[in-house]
């Protein structure tokens, strides 16, 4: 079985590097990216199976990013994990609509990453399980 690739577009240093690690130590192939601009890059050469995106990453935004992806060919185009503070509950909410199959709300927690992207990896391509819940839910995944 092919180890899985996850990218974390994330800018906060700490945070990037701890989810990292704790993807590595879970088995998966981990890369990072500090801005938006260097995620695209990693994307286009090489698409993960997952991308954990902050909502707030420089450069290239998480928006532009989410809709440059919408042309990537589904079957290549990584599942998207969206991170977001909870004031940032309406920007969030609308990165779904973009193509983001999922929310979690930062501070996020190993366990709590590692059963988003089991259920995003299970989701058929395209799709997402989050609009069909409320606002309130999706950043208590």
């Given at each position: 079985m092919e180890t899985l690739r996850i990218l974390i577009a994330e800018q906060d240093r700490e945070l990037r590097a701890r989810l990292r690690l704790d993807l590595q130590l879970s088995g998966y192939l981990a890369a990072e990216?500090?801005?938006?601009?260097?995620?695209?890059?990693?994307i286009q050469?090489?698409?993960?199976?997952?991308l954990v995106l902050d909502?707030?990453?420089?450069?290239?935004?998480?928006?532009?990013?989410?809709?440059e992806l919408r042309v990537v060919k589904a079957s290549r185009r990584p599942r998207a994990i969206v991170l977001a503070t909870s004031a940032q509950r309406p920007l969030a909410v609308e990165l779904l609509r973009l193509g983001a199959n999922d929310l979690l709300e930062k501070?996020?927690?190993a366990p709590?990453?590692?059963a988003s992207i089991t259920n995003v990896l299970e989701e058929p391509v395209g799709t997402s399980s989050c609009p069909a819940r409320g606002p309130a839910e999706l950043m208590q995944s």
């Open positions: 990216a500090a801005d938006g601009r260097e995620a695209l890059e990693i050469q090489e698409p993960p199976d997952v909502l707030e990453i420089p450069e290239i935004g998480s928006v532009a990013l989410l809709a501070p996020v927690t709590q990453l590692l």
